[in-house]
């Protein structure tokens, strides 16, 4: 979606190539992305002259010599394309306006999102779409955005959006603006003082001049492309999930925060309550519970997702549910028949699932409510063997996959007398190849106990 800059950067293209024409015809193509009455639209259009390209926030506006002035909203996809008048529209061409010169300039819109508007020219005008955009970060000091988050809860990276409180940020420069703000973009915007405020400000203002100047030398051709004002520029963590931070050098991390993606560093942008949370993933007898005994030495709070799940299978309403899945034999009274309930699951992928499914979303619950009971500052691991399946990673600042070759496992197994032709099938189903691909730092535990402790501090946490 473009923001700021690249709305900026399509103003000043356009400026360049159509002020000063004069509109013979002008046709919306598609009348649904017309706000305003269509008739009007055509009928006060014909004869105009644009003289001016004006924006606020992320929304153009086109004057013209009459009075008149035509509102545009790219949205999504939104790109304008001047073309000569006798080429054939593309079916993604929304609305045209003829130049008495013979070119054309149309709006096309893949994604069909852009919004139109024809309105009367008043820049006080409290009713026009301008008089709904707030102030950009370049009109407004850190004191504004202290006072209009005063109170409120929202996490930072949603209030930067709201375009009616401050305009131009849209999801790309507000994970770019709060990395070099240092700012957790889960921060309720009521808990940043006034100095970070000003800091927001700052780099608001500096990351979207450079990408301003950035886009104004790096469009290469609107003829093919259209002018939608994209451009390549240096983004330090959008679109970086997993790549070294550029300061510290640890995983930048993706999470999603209402439904928008906020690019970060967990290190460099500490959490509002200044928790650092290792989740640990490994297969079957890879030395998880080693290394979480080594850690919880360290000062570590544990939660141990196996003791959580299977003090669950007690729990009355869980019960009710495993005997619908597996049968009342799952129980003897009220106790667990944990032989039965292993051999049903082993022997069952549906049930399998099945109770996988009712469990998970209980264990990370419960993960929740263990985290949220530590003191602020806290380390936390969740130790988790199955964290990806249980969709747990986005509780984590990082996670760690502990993994040790087949042959050692099972002679762990051997030396504590217990049976290990399962071990393979459970490994193969683990698929630790997929799960390195994900996990932030892997672990390879093949060497002494103390090896194995100098990897992890190895890791510098
Ligand atoms: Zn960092």
Known sequence: MPELPEVETVRAELSGLVVGKKV???????????????????????????????RKGKCLRFDFDNGYSLY?????????????????????????LRFTDGTSLRYNDVRKFGKLSLELTKDSDTSSPFSKIGPEPFDVDGAYLRKIWKGKTTPVKIALLDQEKISGIGNIYDSEILYFTKIH????????????????????????????????????????????????????????????????????????????????????QKAPDGKLILGLAGPIHCGKSTLAAYLEEAGYLHFDADKVASKLYDEKEVATQIKVLLGDEAYAGNKLNRDYVREALANDKKKKKAVQKLLYPLVK?????????????????????????????DLCSYVILLDAPLEERKQRLEKEGRPTESLVKLNEEYNVEAKKKKADYLIENDGTLDELKQAFDNLGF
């Open 72 to 96: 545009s909203h790219l949205r999504m996809e939104g790109k304008y394309f001047l073309k000569k008048a006798e080429e054939e529209y593309d079916r993604f061409d929304l609305m045209d």
């Open 365 to 393: 619950e419960k993960a929740k409510e263990f985290i949220a009971k530590t003191k602020n500052g806290s380390k936390v691991l969740l130790d988790v063997p199955l964290l990806y399946e249980a969709e747990m990673e």
């Open 185 to 268: 973009p889960t921060t309720p915007v009521k808990d940043i003082p006034l100095e970070d405020c000003e800091n927001i400000i700052k780099e608001s203002r500096r990351i979207l001049h450079e990408a301003i100047l950035a886009g104004g030398s790096t469009i290469k051709s609107f003829n093919h492309g259209g002018i939608d004002g994209m451009f390549q520029t240096k983004l330090a963590v959008y679109g970086k999930e997993g790549e070294p931070c550029p300061t510290c050098g640890r995983p930048l991390q993706r999470r999603f925060i209402g439904q928008r993606s906020a690019y970060f560093c967990p290190m460099c």
């Open 24 to 54: 013979e015809e002008a046709k919306m193509l598609r009348e649904k992305n017309l706000l305003s009455d269509p008739k009007v639209f055509s009928s006060n259009l014909a004869n105009a002259t644009i003289i001016a390209i004006k």
